[in-house]
């Protein structure tokens, strides 16, 4: 009794507007899609992931809406939709009228993004498709393995490009906020508005940027350099344990791989991942931020 995977868009809309929840890929990591006007459809949302409804939705708007409809954009988030949407990131504006409680959790912002991947669908809410604190997933089978018979179905469109997380950035007033480091760097967000962009410390604002989240079974040891976890590893499995290392040369496709290679240290039953940390800037920083929260617990 497993869900369908489909690769029929147009069947993936149909259950949408039935009021069903899919599996959806984007260009970042696969969501958890229902119909943004539809209470009942994002409550269940919820419910599969086990999230709490204080941690609010990102609805996901098609290339062709106009986003003004949905949130009240300053001019910085005005420049940075041009230039970025289609695209991963998302933007926390404050919202409009249209935008339901069920959706932002009763807040008076609403977070809102264009993705660009070619099959994403319309005004539709889209958390990752994953259980709440664990590891978000790049492909149908992810999807699968994670929320299984929850969904009505899953759309299978490959592997995610990009592979982490949507970059969020808070645009309320004169203040841009960095909430979440993804693929758009806080260089190229600077470069669009010629303004400084803060980055929040401590206690954040945004619920779900917990520092406990996407979190393997595994235990994640950072380490700075490939000698480093070659002798990390010795040394663990000298006293029995299962070990693998996780290490790119290049950010892009460590990004890709990143989630893959977490979840299989898990399927594999390994004790100990070891990460490499990647150069701090461009999609480095997302990774090493993903990579801080899969290590504290
Ligand atoms: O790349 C992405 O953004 C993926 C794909 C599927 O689009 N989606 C995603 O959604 O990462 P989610 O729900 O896993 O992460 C969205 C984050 C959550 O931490 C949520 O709490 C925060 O954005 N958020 C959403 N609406 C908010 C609001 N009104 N105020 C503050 N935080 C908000
Ligand atoms: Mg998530």
């Given at each position: 009794n497993q869900p369908q995977i489909s690769t029929d868009v147009n069947e993936a809309a149909q259950v949408l507007l039935s009021g069903g929840i899919i599996g959806l890929p984007t260009e970042t990591v696969y969501g958890l899609a229902a119909c943004a006007l539809n209470q009942s459809a994002v409550s269940k949302v919820f419910a599969v992931k086990e999230r709490p409804t204080s941690h609010p939705l990102?609805?996901?708007?098609?290339?062709?809406?106009?986003?003004?409809?949905?949130?009240?954009?300053?001019?910085?988030?005005?420049?940075?939709?041009?230039?970025?949407?289609?695209?991963?990131?998302?933007l926390l504006v404050e919202r409009t009228k249209i935008v339901p409680d069920w959706v932002t959790g009763g807040r008076d912002t609403v977070a809102l993004r264009v993705p660009s991947h070619p099959v994403a669908i319309a005004l539709v809410v889209a958390p990752s498709a994953n259980k709440f604190g664990k590891v978000s997933p790049t492909t149908a089978q992810h999807v699968l393995d994670d929320l299984g018979v929850s969904v009505d179905l899953i759309l299978d469109g490959g592997s995610c490009e990009v592979g982490v997380e949507s970059t969020i950035v808070e645009c309320l007033?004169?203040?841009?906020?960095?909430?979440?480091?993804?693929?758009?760097?806080?260089?190229?967000?600077?470069?669009?508005?010629?303004?400084?962009?803060?980055?929040?410390q401590g206690v954040s604002r945004a619920p779900g940027m917990l520092v406990s989240h996407y979190t393997p079974d595994a235990d994640v040891v950072l380490v700075d350099s490939i000698e480093e976890a070659q002798r990390y590893k010795t040394k663990l499995e000298s006293e029995g344990g299962k070990v693998a290392i996780i290490s790119h040369r290049h950010v892009d496709e460590y990004a890709k791989k990143l989630y893959d290679e977490l979840r299989d240290a898990d399927n594999n039953a390994c004790s100990s991942v070891i990460a490499v940390m990647p150069q701090d800037s461009g999609l480095g920083t997302a990774i090493r931020d993903r990579l801080r929260k899969a290590a504290s617990r």
């Open positions: 990102i609805v996901h708007l098609s290339p062709e809406e106009d986003f003004t409809k949905w949130g009240v954009f300053t001019s910085d988030a005005l420049r940075l939709a041009r230039a970025f949407w289609p695209g991963p990131l998302t007033g004169d203040s841009l906020v960095l909430l979440r480091p993804g693929a758009i760097s806080a260089e190229q967000i600077q470069d669009a508005v010629q303004a400084q962009l803060t980055t929040e």
